[in-house]
């Protein structure tokens, strides 16, 4: 059974930094491109980056680009997102998720998910 848990959401200021974690169970770690997604009251859900299974070749969307890194720690099955520099507009509620041997960027790519962690980004 697929597990993908996410943790180290919660409330910054503006200018704050948030790591993410998200730790897998029940797949060949090594075999999956992990991805992060979001998703905001009344909007879609959107990419935000994600890491290839070989070499750990890393993309993200232009709205994090510089500001989130998203790494991988193969040892430990476990995916992180580092965000800096927050804004509000960065509120959203922060999904993981895995896809074997693929580089998709669309949610229909991604076979498993987590139960996603709130991100509120405020003064």
């Known amino acids: 059974q697929v597990q993908l848990v996410e943790s180290g959401g919660g409330l910054v200021q503006p200018g704050g930094s948030l790591r993410l974690s998200c730790a897998a169970s029940g797949i060949i770690f090594g075999s999956y491109t992990m991805g992060w997604f979001r998703q905001a009251p009344g909007k879609e859900r959107e990419f935000v980056a994600h890491?290839?299974?070989?070499?750990?070749?890393?993309y993200y969307a232009d709205s994090v680009k510089g500001r989130y890194t998203i790494s991988r720690d193969n040892a430990r099955n476990t995916v992180y997102l580092q965000m800096n520099s927050l804004k509000p507009e960065d509120t959203a509620v922060y999904y993981c998720?895995?896809?074997?041997?693929?580089?998709?960027?669309?949610?229909?790519?991604?076979?498993?998910w987590g139960q996603g962690t709130q991100v509120t980004v405020s003064s």
């Open positions: 890491i290839t299974w070989s070499r750990g070749y890393t």
């Open positions: 998720a895995a896809q074997r041997f693929g580089t998709s960027y669309d949610t229909n790519g991604y076979p498993y």
